[in-house]
């Protein structure tokens, strides 16, 4: 399914509403809500950089690397193999939210209200919260922190998650004051906001990388749980105004290396980018052991990696079609 440029349909422009009115509450504050901030990254972006990972994404793609940021809330982790068994946390909970099994600790998260009084009486570490609330400027003077290494080295700031652009307000505020720093920026995105949100981003990034996962509608909807239309469309939007986008394929064994999805995605770029810088990034599984610490399901426990030859071959693919294409970056 090929997008013509600037198409807009009736069920495009109800994606957009619903978008703009999923009424969330973070979106009113002048406060975000922060999984992690990584300092000296050379991966995500050019030169060294800080990357601010913010908690939240409308997709749920079954191969997420980062299971901790789907959620824009906070969410307690558990990591059994620092556990000594003490039992401390559970008499201290004040909301009955533990219990212990054969296996260790057991979470009610119905019960549990994030207050922290687990992980700060945990000595092993073995309970840890993951999301922070962070105003504008307390995330910044850490960006700061690097400034000389993003001079020497052309780096910068990198928004990333789960998806920067599900806490608008705060990102578009953040970037605004980077800028006034003198801090070149970057934005990690999967395309998934309304094109107003975009629109109000461009002055303030500098680089975008654009995930492209599935060109068949129903595929993506399948394997990340919403629409890409709305993607497509913002990166028609993107490339028509001149902002400097590198795409990104992640490359997830039988699920989008397919025959079809390959040159599917050749056909779309061709015709909306041709030329231009083509990230392909190989599935791993990094993130997998964190699921089990949030008692999510990885469905993907059988899945290996794509091999070295195989990403090679599929370089060759893009490059042959006229991409500049660079594996793993
Ligand atoms: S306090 Fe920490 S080490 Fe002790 S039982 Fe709870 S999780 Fe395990
Ligand atoms: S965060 Fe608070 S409510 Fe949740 S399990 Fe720990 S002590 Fe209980």
Same mark, same amino acid.
């Given at each position: 399914m090929i997008l013509k440029k600037k198409q807009k349909t009736t069920s495009l422009q109800e994606l957009n509403m619903n978008y703009n009115n999923r009424?969330?509450?973070?979106?009113? @504050?002048?406060k975000g809500i922060i999984s992690e901030i990584e300092r000296?990254?050379? =991966?995500?972006?050019?030169g060294i950089r800080t990357v601010v990972f913010f908690k939240g994404c409308p997709l749920k793609c079954?191969? &997420?690397?980062?299971?901790?940021? %789907? =959620?824009?809330t906070h969410q307690l982790m558990y990591w059994p193999t620092r &556990?000594?068994? &003490?039992k401390k946390c559970i008499q201290i909970c004040p909301q009955k939210a533990l219990s212990w099994n054969t296996t260790g600790i057991m979470i009610n998260r119905s019960n &549990?209200?994030?207050?922290n009084v687990c992980t700060n009486t945990c000595n092993s570490q073995a309970l840890t919260m993951s999301g922070e609330l962070k105003n504008v400027e307390e995330v910044l003077d850490t960006i700061k922190k690097d400034n000389s290494f993003y001079q020497v080295s052309g780096g910068g700031v990198t928004f990333s998650g789960g998806?920067?652009?599900? %806490?608008k307000d705060f990102l578009i505020q953040l970037a605004q004051r980077c800028k006034d720093e003198g801090i070149s920026t970057c934005i990690e995105t999967c395309?998934?906001? @309304?094109q107003e949100v975009y629109q109000d981003l461009l002055p303030y990034i500098d680089y975008f990388f654009y995930d492209l996962k599935l060109i068949n509608e129903k595929k993506h909807t399948k394997y990340t749980?919403? @629409?890409n239309k709305l993607i497509l469309s913002n990166f028609c939007y993107l490339q028509d105004a001149g902002a400097d986008v590198t795409v990104r394929i992640p490359i997830i064994p039988g699920i989008n290396n397919t025959e079809s999805n390959i040159n599917d995605s050749i056909h779309f770029l061709l015709e909306h980018a041709p030329g231009c810088h083509v990230s392909l990034l190989p599935y791993h599984r990094?993130?997998? @052991?964190k699921y089990g610490k949030l008692d999510m399901h990885y469905s993907l426990e059988e899945l290996a990696p794509p091999s070295d030859e195989e990403m090679q071959s599929l370089k060759d693919l893009f490059v042959k079609h006229g991409f500049y294409v660079t594996i793993g970056e």
């Amino acid at each position: 399914m090929i997008l013509k440029k600037k198409q807009k349909t009736t069920s495009l422009q109800e994606l957009n509403m619903n978008y703009n009115n999923r009424g969330d509450i973070l979106n009113n @504050s002048i406060k975000g809500i922060i999984s992690e901030i990584e300092r000296y990254a050379v =991966k995500d972006g050019p030169g060294i950089r800080t990357v601010v990972f913010f908690k939240g994404c409308p997709l749920k793609c079954i191969w &997420c690397a980062n299971p901790e940021t %789907q =959620k824009n809330t906070h969410q307690l982790m558990y990591w059994p193999t620092r &556990c000594i068994g &003490c039992k401390k946390c559970i008499q201290i909970c004040p909301q009955k939210a533990l219990s212990w099994n054969t296996t260790g600790i057991m979470i009610n998260r119905s019960n &549990c209200i994030s207050c922290n009084v687990c992980t700060n009486t945990c000595n092993s570490q073995a309970l840890t919260m993951s999301g922070e609330l962070k105003n504008v400027e307390e995330v910044l003077d850490t960006i700061k922190k690097d400034n000389s290494f993003y001079q020497v080295s052309g780096g910068g700031v990198t928004f990333s998650g789960g998806e920067a652009t599900y %806490q608008k307000d705060f990102l578009i505020q953040l970037a605004q004051r980077c800028k006034d720093e003198g801090i070149s920026t970057c934005i990690e995105t999967c395309g998934y906001a @309304s094109q107003e949100v975009y629109q109000d981003l461009l002055p303030y990034i500098d680089y975008f990388f654009y995930d492209l996962k599935l060109i068949n509608e129903k595929k993506h909807t399948k394997y990340t749980g919403v @629409s890409n239309k709305l993607i497509l469309s913002n990166f028609c939007y993107l490339q028509d105004a001149g902002a400097d986008v590198t795409v990104r394929i992640p490359i997830i064994p039988g699920i989008n290396n397919t025959e079809s999805n390959i040159n599917d995605s050749i056909h779309f770029l061709l015709e909306h980018a041709p030329g231009c810088h083509v990230s392909l990034l190989p599935y791993h599984r990094l993130g997998a @052991s964190k699921y089990g610490k949030l008692d999510m399901h990885y469905s993907l426990e059988e899945l290996a990696p794509p091999s070295d030859e195989e990403m090679q071959s599929l370089k060759d693919l893009f490059v042959k079609h006229g991409f500049y294409v660079t594996i793993g970056e």
